[in-house]
């Protein structure tokens, strides 16, 4: 019996992640360098690790409220209104989900009516366009362009705005364009989702990796705070992937929507990783900034290669990837990625697995140690020689 | 901070090499400013840290707490300028509290750090008393542990 006709279409008719296929390929190479992954190098640190021994030793292994524990939640109202200078009240504006990305498919899932238009940057996180047709809406995606260094522009709103968009979903800094925002930026979008009524959903998970420039959350512009639905989450500054810990901050009757949704399928988020998110708020910030100041050095480092090379690259302003254009070789993304990976063993991700318009240019994670991007540049710099010389 | 320092306070082994390769520097702007640090006495050596078993180390060590008399003028300086300059003696601190200084000795022997200690560092004038404290054993040296395997952590090669 063919088991697959049984699948939900919408289900049925979502593309595999390019990610995977890539992954497919790297997993069975040895000794590979990898630029592909998108997390911290570091394990998360110690006392927040402890934090989590201690809780489990203390017996903190039962449910918590559906929206997390309130200490939590308090530790977050203090730390994003000292942080992002928007103020939520814990006991009714602040969720605990399991990262991420479970508050962004709440987001969607509590927003999202059939056939309602959800807009979002391209490049782009994976799971943005596949989580709003989960939620049965229309993904309206939107480009952003090198020559810009990825910022998105009120110009390419405009562009791709049509009748029936409901959301407008941010990922600034981005995954995985390393491009943001300033201040001037985000209040011409703030201006146009008042204009056209939308409900912003702003992932900013790699805020705290600024390296250049003030972060500007949207929330905290005058009038956005009461259509926006901030997200938020430990794996990046704190290193804590694996913990699987973010929330949302918003308006209480969104927050109250998503919690329905939370707890019908999630319940709550492990108590374990909610003990150990409170320590890494309370007295994580200063093991935060030394890995910030880490990952800016190695920025600097890894896109002055990929310009020596001829890889022209902007300078990513957030998060640790760099995205350099591999256009100039003559290859597609996907070719270039895979003959590097088979000749030289270094592993980038290819942009379109980040969306169409990352065509012509790779991902490159820089979250890792010095010795390893030294030896990583050197050879994908071989590799654009031998490809140069081929031509 | 002098990039170079920074670098090396990041703990990591690179190279000057390396060093130069990440710092956008040539190599030997590296070694000027390596020179440079070791001339102004902000970098003093290298020293490795090493784990070996006790018959590779074939060395005892030993933190004293000794108890000095001050000086009118020089205060603690002078004696324990003057004990830090014995071989057996790897660092000396001033310490708040009910000793004065700490010092931490090394010797081939049990024996050997005893005779130091009550020839040599008990005999010095100013010194009212020791107390010394032989290590057993050592589970963390200079930032990286000693003891139980290192577990590789395990991450996926590609993820989104």
């Known amino acids: 019996m063919d088991s697959s006709r049984h699948i939900a279409k919408h289900v049925?008719?979502?593309?595999?992640?390019?990610?995977?296929?890539?992954?497919?390929?790297?997993?069975?190479?040895?000794?590979?360098?990898?630029?592909?992954i998108g997390e911290p190098d570091f394990d998360t640190p110690w006392h927040i690790r402890e934090a989590g021994i201690y809780a489990l030793e203390k017996g903190k292994t039962h449910y918590t409220s559906n929206l997390g524990l309130i200490e939590l939640r308090r530790a977050i109202g203090k730390y994003v209104e000292k942080n992002y200078?928007?103020?939520?009240?814990?006991?009714?504006e602040v969720i605990i989900t399991v990262g991420v990305s479970e508050a962004l498919d709440l987001a969607c899932r509590a927003l999202i009516n059939p056939g309602d238009k959800v807009m979002f940057h391209q490049p782009c996180y994976v799971s943005y366009s596949p989580s709003i047709t989960l939620a049965h809406g229309i993904a309206v995606p939107v480009p952003t362009f090198a020559k810009d260094n990825f910022a998105l522009t009120v110009e390419a709103l405009r562009a791709a705005w049509q009748p029936g968009c409901k959301l407008l979903m941010l990922n600034l800094p981005c995954n995985p364009t390393g491009g943001t925002c300033d201040r001037a930026q985000i209040e011409a979008i703030a201006k146009f989702a008042v204009e056209k009524d939308l409900i912003v959903l702003s992932d900013e998970i790699y805020s705290e990796l600024t390296f250049e420039g003030v972060h500007t959350s949207i929330a905290s512009i005058l009038g956005m705070k009461e259509r926006t639905i901030f997200l938020h989450g430990f794996s990046k500054a704190f290193a804590m992937t694996g913990w699987r810990i973010g929330y949302a901050c918003g308006p209480a009757a969104l927050i109250e929507a998503m919690m329905k949704v939370h707890q019908y399928s999630m319940l709550c988020a492990s108590i374990i990783s909610q003990e150990a998110a409170i320590e890494a708020l309370v007295r994580g910030e200063d093991g935060m900034k030394k890995m910030r100041d880490q990952y800016h050095r190695r920025r600097d480092f890894i896109v002055r290669r990929f310009n020596e090379i001829g890889l022209k690259?902007?300078?990513?302003?957030?998060?640790?990837y760099a995205f350099p254009d591999i256009?100039?070789?003559g290859l597609n993304e996907k070719d270039f990625a895979v003959g590097l990976l088979q000749t030289e063993k270094v592993a980038m991700v290819p942009g379109t697995a980040f969306g169409e318009n990352g065509n012509g240019f790779c991902r490159a994670c820089f979250a890792t140690s010095y010795e390893q991007l030294i030896e990583a540049s050197n050879r994908i710099e071989r590799h654009v020689q031998s490809l140069a010389a081929k031509k | 901070m002098n990039p170079v320092l920074k670098l090396l306070l990041e703990g990591g082994s690179l190279n000057t090499a390396q060093m130069a390769q990440v710092l956008n520097l040539s190599e030997a702007e590296v070694n000027r400013q390596l020179d440079d640090l070791k001339k102004q006495r902000v970098l003093l050596g290298w020293s490795p840290v090493l784990n070996l078993s006790d018959e590779e180390a074939g060395t005892v060590r030993a933190v004293i707490e000794v108890r000095i008399t001050p000086e009118r003028g020089g205060g603690f300086n002078r004696l324990a300028e003057r004990i830090s300059r014995f071989d057996e003696v790897e660092s000396c601190y001033l310490m708040s509290g009910g000793y004065d200084l700490l010092v931490f000795v090394n010797g081939a022997s049990l024996q050997r750090v005893a005779a130091f200690v009550s020839e040599k560092l008990s005999t010095v004038e100013g010194v009212l008393s020791t107390a010394t404290h032989f290590m057993l054993r050592s589970y963390k040296e200079h930032g990286f542990l000693l003891e139980g395997k290192v577990e590789e952590t395990e991450r996926l090669k590609v993820a989104p």
């Not at chain 1, 049925?12 to 592909?36: T, Y």
């Open chain 1, 12 to 36: 049925a008719n979502l593309p595999k992640s390019g990610i995977r296929d890539f992954f497919e390929i790297v997993s069975k190479m040895k000794d590979v360098i990898s630029l592909g």
């Open chain 1, 85 to 92: 200078s928007v103020s939520y009240a814990p006991e009714n």
């Open chain 1, 313 to 320: 690259c902007h300078l990513p302003r957030g998060s640790f």
């Open chain 1, 327 to 329: 256009s100039k070789t």
